[in-house]
């Protein structure tokens, strides 16, 4: 008969049919996880915003007889997270006792500062690097300072210029400024359209002297240097031509087609007696570097390097003294000193002997903070690490030399906007607080 049957059986879903609607389930439980972590991430994303204050900090200290009274000042260079703080001036009080002098100097993030004679009127004028321009602050004699010139505003494209080297490059006696800029930067219009400017060093001449000009004012040579991402800049007589040469310590730079920044190596750059520099041609070391000292290391009476890397330092000696070669031209010693993320040096003698040490800022590696190495000279050339390390929870800087005249060098950590800590040298390398 027709009809319906009442006990028609419904087909039993197929292995397809059930893993279908299994996967229609988890890929509807999955987009409500998604769905919750992206409202929890929205969530702490604001509350991280809400609560992130950038860290107000002093990035580099230079001690300098600021108010002309015999003992060493403090200028800090200040800055904070990709913001600006105005840097400030500590007197010493003759006896290591520092005072704020309230000075509040400038509204830039700062990265360095060096102190010399830049207008020739006898006291210690302040280079301030800022991420951005330079400025130049001048003495008024007691320690007071005044803004007087912003440098690099038109060179820049991306760079920044804070591996600054002071000395008399063209012999007419006053102060002139080598300057080495990292690490290049990149524009786009579209993505198929990429530009990019590369970082290039700078010499800038003091107008006081051969110039003919006002002392203290500087003008760029208009003859950029090849740069291979410069972040520490030393001047000295490297060759004994009687001139100062240029030793630049290089991290890297932008390299579109690998999509990375590169390492680089060292470069020495002779000087013509005139301020002209000539690329030696040397490339020493491939190990991103972040600062050069220079002085005699092994007592043979040239200039050797002191340079700092992000994994160690090393140890380049000039090879025109004992090692009987061409004035000027460096070999690697070898030496691989310290293991950790190393952003500055000071050379000096610490231990009481008659060779110089190096006293090295390491950057912690889980970014809480920094300390100070010290590592002694046996006078050879030969680094051994002298064990104790110097550091302070507060520590942002720190700064070598004498702070209360007893002919020993001390050393300074400080932290922003004025806060210090002194270790005083015992004349042996012991430092106590």
């Known amino acids: 008969m027709g009809g319906i049957s009442t006990n028609q059986q419904i087909p039993e879903e197929t292995h397809l049919h059930k893993h279908f ?8 439980y999955a987009a409500m996880i998604a769905a919750g972590l992206l409202v929890v991430v929205f969530i702490v994303g604001i509350a991280v915003f809400a609560f992130y204050k950038p860290v107000p900090t002093t990035y580099s200290i230079a001690l300098g007889d600021l108010d002309g009274d015999g003992d060493l000042d403090a200028f800090y260079a200040n800055g904070q997270s990709e913001g600006p703080q105005p840097n400030t001036v500590l007197f010493n009080q003759g006896n290591g006792k520092f005072v704020d002098s309230g000075q509040r100097l400038g509204n830039e993030e700062s990265a360095k500062v060096y102190l010399d004679d830049l207008d020739g009127d006898s006291d210690l004028d302040a280079w ?21 010139q912003h440098l690099f505003e038109d060179e820049l494209m991306g760079s920044v210029m804070w591996a ?3 000395g008399d490059l063209d012999g007419d006696g006053d102060l002139d400024a080598l300057v080495g800029s990292c690490c290049g930067a990149s524009e786009s219009s579209s993505p198929q359209n990429l530009t990019l400017h590369l970082p290039y ?15 203290g004012a500087f003008r760029s040579s208009g003859k950029p240097l090849e740069s291979l991402g410069a972040e520490g800049a030393a001047l000295g007589d490297l060759d004994g031509d009687g001139d100062l040469d240029a030793f630049y310590a290089n991290n890297s730079f932008l390299n579109l087609e690998a999509d990375m920044d590169i390492p680089q190596p060292n470069t020495v750059w002779w000087n013509d007696e005139h301020g002209n520099f000539i690329d030696s041609g040397q490339r020493l070391g491939l190990a991103r570097s972040t600062d050069v000292a220079l002085g005699d290391l ?11 890397d992000q994994e160690a330092n090393q140890v380049w000696l000039n090879s025109s003294g004992r090692q009987g070669g061409q004035p000027g031209v460096y070999i690697d010693s070898g030496q691989r000193l310290g293991d950790g993320f190393y952003s500055r040096v000071f050379l000096a003698r610490l231990d009481g002997d008659a060779d110089l040490d190096a006293a090295v800022i390491v950057q912690d590696r889980n970014n809480r903070g920094l300390h100070l190495e010290i590592w002694l000279n046996d006078g050879q050339g030969n ?3 002298s064990g104790p390390r110097i550091s302070h929870p507060k520590a942002q800087a720190f700064a070598l030399g004498d702070l ?25 390398g012991k430092f106590t607080q």
Not at 21 to 28: F, T
Request: proline share 1%; charged share 15%; aromatic share 16%.
């Open 128 to 148: 301030v690097a800022n991420v951005g321009y330079n400025t130049l602050f001048t003495n008024n004699g007691q320690g007071v300072f005044s803004a007087d």
């Open 404 to 428: 209360n005249g007893d002919g020993n060098v001390d050393i300074l950590a400080g932290w922003f906007e004025a806060g210090y800590a002194i270790w005083w040298n015992q004349g042996n």
């Open 298 to 308: 092994d007592g043979d009476g040239d200039l050797d390097a002191f340079v700092t």
């Open 201 to 215: 060093n700078l010499t800038w001449f003091n107008q006081g002297g051969a110039q003919g000009g006002q002392p």
């Open 164 to 166: 600054i080297a002071l």
């Open 383 to 385: 680094f051994t690490d």
């Open 21 to 28: 609607k299994s996967g229609l389930r988890w890929l509807l």
